[in-house]
């Protein structure tokens, strides 16, 4: 089992920035993977960022390319993301999600973090 708690979520303006923190407990070692995903109101979760160390890889949606940099440090347990240039399409609930198998879908969710950006 691994547990993730989100925070760093907030009412911010657009063109502000915010960063989201998740931390992991538990079995860490097994993950292969760590992402970011959000949830707008009315709309389903989408795919925000991911990262994986073997090998050492980062993705992002093309919404947030540029934009948002997911990072993580490794002795905190702790995985970041970044978000820069906010906007507010980008307002949504954010969770952090991970992955411990080698391939297919995100095993693990946290409970989420409300972003919100104002115009």
């Known amino acids: 089992q691994v547990q993730l708690v989100e925070s760093g979520g907030g009412l911010v303006q657009a063109g502000g920035s915010l960063r989201l923190s998740c931390a992991a407990s538990g079995r860490t070692f097994s993950t292969y993977a760590m992402g970011w995903f959000r949830q707008a109101s009315g709309k389903e979760r989408e795919f925000v960022a991911s990262?994986?160390?073997?090998?050492?890889?980062?993705y992002y949606a093309d919404p947030v390319k540029g934009r948002f940099t997911i990072s993580r440090d490794n002795a905190k347990n702790t995985v970041y993301l970044q978000m820069n240039s906010l906007k507010p399409e980008d307002t949504a609930v954010y969770y952090c999600?991970?992955?411990?198998?080698?391939?297919?879908?995100?095993?693990?969710w946290g409970q989420g973090t409300q972003v919100t950006v104002s115009s």
């Open positions: 999600a991970a992955r411990v198998v080698p391939v297919g879908s995100f095993n693990f």
């Open positions: 990262m994986t160390w073997n090998p050492s890889s980062t």
